[in-house]
């Protein structure tokens, strides 16, 4: 029997001091090992950024270990000894130290769970794989809580992680006599709309180590280095979510579906980042927005949205991805196959609204959630996009993005792949919405006025053709009755008129 220490496995998006792996453990019985993996970076091409914002996170928090008294074991990606994967670096750890057993806290993401499982089997060393306790319900709870039931609709699930943490609460009744104050929150951009500049962190050292290497090995990765300026921190998160609540959170609310071409982040807190990498706590992160409404800082609308966000729809998104998977990665109720166009890549396309989330994205490795959900979501579902391509895009290209909170939310929420078990309508939409929330309609090459036609908004045939030949899967669903209604209304011309100017346009993206 083996008598070296523990080794604990850190991984990139368990950057906690409280994590449950190293919550039990004594320093002087513990090698945390931290491993900077090929098959990480590129399982999907990721988008530069992420993965140096990953990378110099994971060494700013081996340093603060180290400086707490860890022994920590880091190895680099560019160590040639590197073998490239969690499983091969592990097996190597044990080797070096003669580790007598591996505790681990459980992965965010399916396929590295399955890792996980079959290390006992090549480690030859007890392996122990412990909670996640970084989040407010704990998987089994979820389970749980949805078991038996027919519909797992998220506000129910919302409303007893209000009573469980008690935010917003008074005694067992919400703050304000309202669960959700979503109607509050849903208002397009006014006229000189001017929303502050985004807090930008100047890369140190540590990050401009890291940006030299991921230019040298990743450079053909999407997405830009330029402008990077994530908090790689907890000190910086914690910066950065101040800041927020001082100059942002109190029109967040209001203005959270917002879009403006010449500001891409709007009033949003972009903590999002820094809490999936565990940087930050959802519980303490809900816990200030909360301390600056009682403040009287901030309106009840603006701090309900945000709290609702975190320990609402992030819980509930994590607990329905164990739910679902592995099923869920191959989901596609509507039959969906036209392959990802170019211009999701590229932002070249005469949509003005695509083109400006595109670019965004690219310069930022960011773009807020009505972005992704009612202009790239909503393409890719009335387009009839592939699923599995278009989660591998939003996998791939956004900072926050981890397959537990990017699969669902694509998926279940944007594409309606997994039949409606989590959301109860497809959010498909034509462009009067995007005109109604964003200035991306004026200056577009197309009109959005125009139904149908080479100069109309695409969105606008989209919309009917989507429905049109989903109509045996969807007629039936009491949320649709209503468009499915205008539809049998209109003259067989017109809805001859609009599937073949929906179908002109898709046929220039084949």
């Given at each position: 029997m083996k008598t070296g220490p523990v080794l604990v496995p850190v991984l990139g998006d368990q950057l906690s001091p409280a994590l449950s792996s190293l919550a039990d453990r004594s320093r002087n019985d513990t090698v945390v090992l931290m491993m900077e993996v090929a098959d990480e970076t590129t399982y999907v091409r990721h988008h530069q950024a992420k993965i140096a914002l990953i990378l110099s996170a994971m060494r700013h928090f081996a340093e603060d270990l180290r400086a707490q008294g860890w022994q920590v074991d880091y190895v680099a990606l560019?160590?040639?000894?590197?073998?490239?994967?969690?499983?091969?670096?592990?097996?190597r750890a044990v080797q070096r130290h003669g580790a007598r057993g591996v505790e681990v806290t459980e992965p965010g993401e399916w396929r590295v769970r399955q890792m996980f499982d079959g290390w006992a089997g090549v480690l030859g060393v007890p392996v122990r794989v412990m909670p996640d306790t970084r989040f407010v319900c704990a998987l089994p709870d979820f389970m749980a809580w949805a078991q038996g039931r027919r519909e797992l609709r998220m506000e129910w699930f919302y409303r007893d992680m209000r009573r469980q943490t008690g935010l917003l609460m008074q005694g067992d009744q919400p703050e304000g006599g309202r669960w959700n104050f979503d109607a509050d929150n849903r208002s397009g951009p006014e006229a000189g709309l001017t929303p502050p500049a985004p807090l930008h962190f100047a890369p140190d050292a540590v990050t401009q180590d890291v940006i030299a290497l991921v230019r040298s090995r990743f450079g053909n990765h999407f997405g830009s280095l330029e402008r990077f300026g994530w908090p790689v921190t907890r000190a910086d998160a914690m910066r950065l979510l101040d800041h927020f609540i001082a100059t942002r959170l109190a029109d967040f609310g209001r203005w959270q579906d917002a879009m403006l071409a010449d500001h891409d982040t709007m009033f949003h807190a972009l903590v999002a980042p820094a809490l999936n990498l565990g940087l930050l706590d959802p519980v303490e992160v809900c816990r200030k927005v909360e301390a600056a409404y009682r403040r009287g800082d901030a309106p009840l609308a603006a701090a309900e949205g945000f709290v609702r966000q975190v320990i609402g729809w992030r819980e509930?998104?994590?607990?329905?991805?164990?739910?679902?998977?592995?099923?869920?990665?191959?989901?596609?109720?509507?039959?969906?196959?036209?392959?990802?166009?170019?211009?999701?890549?590229?932002?070249?396309?005469?949509?003005?609204?695509?083109?400006?989330?595109?670019?965004?994205?690219?310069?930022?490795?960011?773009?807020?959630?009505?972005?992704?959900?009612?202009?790239?979501?909503?393409?890719?579902?009335?387009?009839?996009?592939?699923?599995?391509?278009?989660?591998?895009?939003?996998?791939?290209?956004?900072?926050?993005?981890?397959?537990?909170?990017?699969?669902?939310?694509?998926?279940?929420?944007?594409?309606?792949?997994?039949?409606?078990?989590?959301?109860?309508?497809?959010?498909?939409?034509?462009?009067?919405?995007?005109?109604?929330?964003?200035?991306?309609?004026?200056?577009?090459?197309?009109?959005?006025?125009?139904?149908?036609?080479?100069?109309?908004?695409?969105?606008?045939?989209?919309?009917?053709?989507?429905?049109?030949?989903?109509?045996?899967?969807?007629?039936?669903?009491?949320?649709?009755?209503?468009?499915?209604?205008?539809?049998?209304?209109?003259?067989?011309?017109?809805?001859?008129?609009?599937?073949?100017?929906?179908?002109?346009?898709?046929?220039?993206?084949?």
């Open positions: 560019d160590d040639p000894d590197n073998t490239g994967s969690f499983t091969g670096e592990v097996q509930y998104i994590r607990g329905m991805y164990w739910l679902m998977m592995p099923d869920l990665a191959t989901a596609n109720a509507l039959d969906a196959t036209r392959d990802l166009p170019d211009f999701w890549w590229t932002g070249e396309t005469r949509m003005r609204c695509i083109a400006q989330t595109v670019r965004a994205t690219r310069d930022n490795a960011y773009a807020h959630h009505i972005q992704r959900l009612m202009i790239m979501g909503n393409f890719a579902l009335i387009a009839g996009l592939d699923p599995q391509q278009v989660a591998a895009w939003f996998l791939a290209v956004y900072a926050d993005a981890y397959e537990w909170v990017e699969l669902p939310n694509v998926a279940g929420m944007a594409l309606h792949a997994d039949g409606g078990r989590l959301a109860s309508k497809p959010y498909a939409a034509s462009g009067a919405y995007i005109s109604r929330m964003s200035d991306y309609c004026k200056g577009c090459q197309y009109n959005v006025k125009l139904k149908t036609g080479p100069d109309a908004c695409p969105f606008n045939a989209l919309y009917w053709h989507f429905l049109d030949r989903n109509t045996e899967r969807l007629s039936r669903n009491p949320r649709l009755a209503q468009p499915y209604a205008t539809w049998r209304r209109m003259s067989d011309d017109k809805r001859a008129e609009y599937v073949t100017s929906a179908e002109a346009f898709l046929a220039t993206l084949d």
